[in-house]
């Protein structure tokens, strides 16, 4: 499905992230992935670059910060000088900082918008212009059902995920005429580290309320991020696709 395409994605060191970056290189692309912590993204790589279906794919891989602009900036250049383009942007990287309001600090407030939201700003601001150079582009960005929901003890990252689908709905309509489409995830659920440490009497309680009755693997989030990267999503822009089992509806 991404046969000569080439793609970056942030987080793609471990959960939804590493899943997306092995589904898009089973599926011919070739892909930068970026994280912070060098060793992680590493072990990631060593086990993307395994599932390489041609000898001409490229994985490459860039540990930074994803909310530090300059930084964004400076690896975006380094990617398209080794890939010539940017077909498929991910926004994934992400973090939960949570607190109830009264005790939230602003560094877990600034800190979850930063990685969340302004990282976002970052990456589009950088690949829109050689995106729309080529009149073609893919961009997906992950946000959560907790940004169309909201939840208690997490007014930051509702915040940041609220956040993103606003910005990209904004971005599609600036880049439609340039035949970019841009499109949001809204997991729900999903077994990951980002949610193996909530409490088990929570676990239980969504659980009942999630009509497939099951939680969600980074398999479900990554077969539809693979739909909306390949030429199969061509008419679709603008959207907030949620994965989440039904809990939302
Ligand atoms: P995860 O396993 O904790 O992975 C998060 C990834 O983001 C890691 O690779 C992490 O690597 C990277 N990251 C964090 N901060 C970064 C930064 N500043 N710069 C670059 N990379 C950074 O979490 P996940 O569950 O797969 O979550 C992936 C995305 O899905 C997030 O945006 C999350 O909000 C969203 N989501 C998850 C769920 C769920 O249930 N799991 C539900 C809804 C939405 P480093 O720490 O090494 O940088």
Do not use: H, W
């Amino acid at each position: 499905m991404l046969k000569n395409k080439f793609a970056v994605v942030t987080g793609a060191s471990s959960g939804i992230g590493k899943q997306i970056a092995k589904d898009f290189v089973i599926n011919g692309a070739s892909i930068a992935i970026i994280s912070r912590d060098e060793k992680r993204l590493n072990e990631a790589f060593l086990e993307i670059e395994k599932e390489k279906i041609s000898d001409s794919q490229k994985i490459i891989q860039i540990a930074l910060d994803v909310s530090k602009f300059s930084l964004v900036e400076n690896a975006f250049q380094n990617i398209l000088k080794e890939f010539e383009r940017i077909d498929i942007l991910v926004n994934n990287a992400g973090i939960t900082k949570d607190n109830l309001l009264m005790k939230m600090t602003e560094d877990e407030f600034d800190s979850v918008i930063d990685i969340n939201l302004k990282s976002v700003y970052n990456t589009c601001k950088v690949v829109k212009r050689p995106m729309m150079k080529m009149d073609k582009g893919k961009i997906i960005n992950i946000s959560s059902i907790i940004g169309l929901i909201g939840n208690a003890g997490q007014t930051n990252y509702a915040a940041s995920k609220a956040a993103v689908i606003g910005f990209s709905k904004s971005l599609a309509k600036e880049v439609g005429s340039r035949n970019i489409n841009v499109n949001v995830i809204a997991p729900g659920y999903i077994e990951t580290k980002m949610t193996e440490n909530l409490k088990d009497e929570f676990k239980v309680k969504l659980l009942s309320m999630i009509p497939l009755k099951r939680f969600g693997n980074t398999k479900d989030v990554s077969n539809l991020c693979l739909f909306l990267a390949s030429e199969m999503s061509d008419y679709i822009t603008g959207q907030v696709y949620s994965v989440d089992g039904g809990l939302v509806t």
